[in-house]
């Protein structure tokens, strides 16, 4: 089992910066993959960014440019920071780490960017 504490979301100006964390409990062995996901009102949870063991990135089309997935594997954590916010990244941010294949999420934490 593998608990997942976020934190950094907030209200934002639009052009604004966060940095969300994810930190996860127990033992790094096992971890592979470490993402964040975000879901907004009326709409199904979708992909924000991933990296890989390996430090491979992956990000969806609406923030490459503009977030930057990193981790710390001593750490067991995993950063998003997020620039040039925009109204549109307004959701609830989900944290998801892959340990043994199986995946887990964190509880999420709200980013608001509006004026």
């Known amino acids: 089992q593998v608990q997942l504490v976020e934190s950094g979301g907030g209200l934002v100006q639009p052009g604004g910066s966060l940095r969300l964390s994810c930190a996860a409990s127990?033992?790094?062995?096992?971890?592979?993959?470490m993402g964040w996901y975000r879901q907004a009102p009326g709409n199904q949870r979708e992909l924000v960014a991933t990296?890989?063991?390996?430090?491979?990135?992956n990000y969806a089309d609406s923030v490459n440019g503009r977030f930057t997935i990193s981790r710390d594997s001593a750490k067991n954590t995993v950063y998003l920071q997020m620039n040039s916010l925009k109204p549109e990244d307004t959701a609830v941010y989900f944290c998801?780490?892959?340990?043994?294949?199986?995946?887990?999420w964190g509880q999420g934490t709200q980013v608001t960017v509006s004026s």
């Open positions: 998801n780490v892959r340990k043994f294949a199986i995946g887990f």
């Open positions: 127990g033992s790094s062995f096992g971890i592979t993959l």
């Open positions: 990296i890989g063991s390996g430090g491979s990135t």
